[in-house]
């Protein structure tokens, strides 16, 4: 028995790989951050925060991770304080009115 024709051979776009190097990157996804990083006037770029991408205000990090944190995006562990991300906190939303948060260490002895 034949093998079977390819159906989609006139309407499928043509797929070629594509090796994207660091040129095209700064002139294209990447190029507003690195003509920023080049020339800002202090030397020094802005970070982003890890959560939400916002530009970060402060010096907050996360106390697991060491992510940037913006002041939107700090959580703060209710048993020992600590500052964690959204990915490193672990939020319940038992029967209280308000959530507790706990970071990763403190979770695991809650569990």
Same mark, same amino acid.
């Given at each position: 028995?034949?093998?079977?024709?390819?159906?989609?051979?006139? %309407?499928?776009?043509?797929?070629?790989?594509?090796?994207?190097?660091?040129?095209?990157?700064?002139?294209?996804?990447? #190029?507003?951050?690195? %003509?920023?990083?080049?020339?800002?006037? #202090?030397?020094?770029? $802005?970070? #982003?925060?890890?959560?939400?991408?916002?530009?970060?205000?402060?010096?907050?990090?996360?106390?697991?991770?060491?992510?940037?944190?913006?002041?939107?995006?700090?959580? %703060?562990? /209710? $048993? /020992?304080?600590?500052?964690?991300?959204?990915?490193?906190?672990?939020?319940?939303?038992?029967?209280?009115?308000?959530?507790?948060?706990?970071? $990763? $260490?403190?979770?695991?002895?809650?569990?």
């Amino acid at each position: 028995m034949p093998k079977r024709g390819y159906p989609f051979a006139d %309407t499928a776009p043509l797929q070629l790989k594509v090796r994207v190097g660091q040129r095209e990157l700064s002139r294209g996804v990447c #190029a507003e951050r690195l %003509t920023r990083e080049i020339f800002d006037p #202090a030397g020094v770029a $802005s970070r #982003a925060c890890s959560s939400c991408v916002r530009a970060v205000d402060g010096k907050a990090a996360c106390g697991q991770c060491e992510r940037a944190l913006c002041a939107r995006c700090v959580r %703060t562990c /209710c $048993s /020992c304080g600590a500052v964690a991300c959204a990915l490193c906190a672990l939020v319940d939303y038992g029967g209280d009115l308000h959530e507790k948060v706990l970071c $990763s $260490s403190c979770a695991a002895f809650e569990a």
